[in-house]
């Protein structure tokens, strides 16, 4: 480790142990130490799912709600795959957050665009986490004008799906929980081109997350840690900026690839590293 990098380290550091407050704001890349792809660009996708470039699918028109009532044994080919995938334990990077978190006097949230619910399977409270792509861990009916019931995927529930074509065999799930008539169901994520989502969970966890937003104060020198957030899907940026100008909090940001800051966010570190490495570097001069 280089002298500027351990200087580096050891401002973040500091940063984190003056804060009153921490926002933890994690896109994709988080989750690649913990064994997950992190689907960048169409090689990367096609990577993990080789039926898939033979036909020319890109991640937006895959992860698409028209496939259920297409071929929904396709479409669960491709979401059971990823249900089975996101079971892997979270990495260690994860309780580094929650032991920071716990020394905090106003704690901590988290915003994250992952759907793989790893936050919570970490330790994280249910309550102290905001899902702004919903989570792959519950359940929806495809056609949600007849039941807008969101219902918890079943733990005994595992699927097979072939490899040459990412087609689920067998019965696909259906819902919701103690219906007369089950009916097809589909992961309560929001999609692209998503006019069926149901967002009930996700209203819930946004306003748990904006209300503890309103009570934090600029004395509360609230620290924003960023964690494999790219541009692709800018959400999770956008909401670590913002949040970094309105509430003047210091801005880390962690990125292999797009470590860039605006220039308006003078307090702010940039560390073109991974979640799991760059955590550790910063806890082990905490």
């Known amino acids: 480790m280089s002298a500027v990098h351990k200087d580096m380290f050891m401002k973040a550091a500091e940063a984190i142990r003056n804060s009153k407050a921490i926002l933890v704001t994690a896109g994709a890349g988080m989750s690649v130490d913990s064994g997950l792809p992190d689907f960048r660009g169409p090689e990367g996708f096609w990577k993990a799912y080789p039926p898939l470039k033979k036909r020319g699918l890109k991640l937006p028109e895959m992860s698409n709600p028209d496939w259920f009532e297409r071929d929904p044994h396709f479409a669960w080919g491709f979401f059971g ?86 087609h689920a065999e067998g019965p696909l799930p259906q819902g919701p ?16 081109g998503d006019w069926g989502y149901v967002g009930s969970r ?5 306003k748990s997350y904006h209300q503890w937003l309103y009570n934090i104060r600029a004395e509360d020198r609230l620290v924003v840690i960023e964690i494999g957030a790219g541009t692709f899907v800018p959400t999770v940026r956008w909401t670590s900026e913002s949040v970094a100008k309105s509430k003047k909090a ?9 470590p860039d800051i605006p220039k308006a ?14 955590l550790n570097q910063i806890d082990s001069v905490m």
Request: one cysteine or more; proline letters at 5%; hydrophobic letters at 35%.
């Open 202 to 206: 996700q209203e819930v966890q946004g």
């Open 81 to 166: 795959h990823r249900y089975t995938m996101y079971s892997s334990k979270p990495h260690d990077g994860f309780q580094i957050l929650r032991k920071w978190a716990a020394q905090k006097p106003k704690g901590a949230f988290v915003f994250t665009s992952n759907v793989d619910g790893h936050f919570q399977k970490a330790g994280f409270s249910e309550e102290s986490v905001f899902e702004c792509h919903g989570s792959i861990n519950y359940l929806q009916l495809v056609d949600s004008s007849r039941d807008e019931q969101i219902w918890r995927f079943p733990a005994e529930y595992k699927f097979v799906i072939r490899d040459e074509d990412l």
């Open 265 to 278: 966010l003078k307090e702010s570190h940039a560390f073109p590293m991974g979640g799991l490495e760059c």
């Open 250 to 258: 210091t801005l880390i940001r962690i990125n292999p690839r797009e």
């Open 177 to 192: 929980p103690g219906a007369d008539e089950a009916r097809l169901a589909r992961p309560n994520i929001l999609m692209f």
